[in-house]
């Protein structure tokens, strides 16, 4: 995979967390940054897809449940 390299400007006490986490807990800062910003990316796709969903037609449980056949099970 190809790599470019990317440049930030955060609060030092952030840089200094993050340091002192990967250090204790044996991790590449570099891969530390590149998996915060997925789960960042993922995140927000999630919400965009939650907005969409939010949108489609629901309907009672007691009519799934009839649907479903399971009506008398209750």
């Known amino acids: 995979m190809a790599q470019t390299q990317l440049a930030a400007r955060i ?22 940054v590149e998996d915060a910003l997925i ?19 629901t309907r009672p ?3 799934l449940l009839k649907d479903l056949g399971l009506d008398d099970d209750l």
Not at 11 to 32: T, W, Y
């Open 11 to 32: 609060d030092s006490r952030v840089k200094k967390a993050i340091d002192r986490l990967c250090d204790d807990r044996g991790l590449k800062l570099n891969r530390f």
């Open 39 to 57: 789960d960042k990316l993922e995140e927000l796709e999630d919400i965009e897809d939650l907005k969409a969903i939010r949108h489609e037609p």
């Open 61 to 63: 449980l007691s009519t």
